[in-house]
């Protein structure tokens, strides 16, 4: 299974950002006992999980992140997204979005800057 990122590189501050995880080789719909998940790596920092979706749309969210994101998806394309609302330089990061932490993206850089 393949995933890739894309999206905006650049996004000012209070924007909202939206990033597409899109997924070949396999299906979002089809139940592999793991999710599809949306994680990021701020500069010097550690992996910090952003939240998920299962198979069947179910969606689970970091509390400390949970009133800003949103996960959905478009079965037709094979895609699921990350919306992350009122964003600030410290949500700048490299985004990933991976199956199950099996198989990832390569990462997709944000920066929060005017």
Do not use: H
């Not at 800003?68 to 964003?87: A, G, K, P, V």
């Amino acid at each position: 299974v393949q995933l890739q990122e894309s999206g905006p590189g650049l996004v000012k501050p209070s924007q909202t950002l939206s990033l597409t995880c899109t997924v070949s080789g396999g299906s979002i719909t089809v139940n592999y006992y793991l999710f599809w998940i949306w994680i990021r790596q701020p500069p010097g920092k550690g992996l910090e999980w952003m939240g998920a979706i299962s198979y069947s749309g179910s969606t689970y969210y970091s509390p400390s992140l949970k009133s800003r994101t949103s996960i959905s998806r478009d079965t037709s394309n094979n895609q699921f997204t990350l919306q992350l609302s009122s964003m600030t330089p410290e949500d700048t990061a490299v985004y990933y979005c991976t199956r199950g932490y099996r198989d990832w993206g390569q990462g997709t850089q944000v920066t929060v800057s005017s």
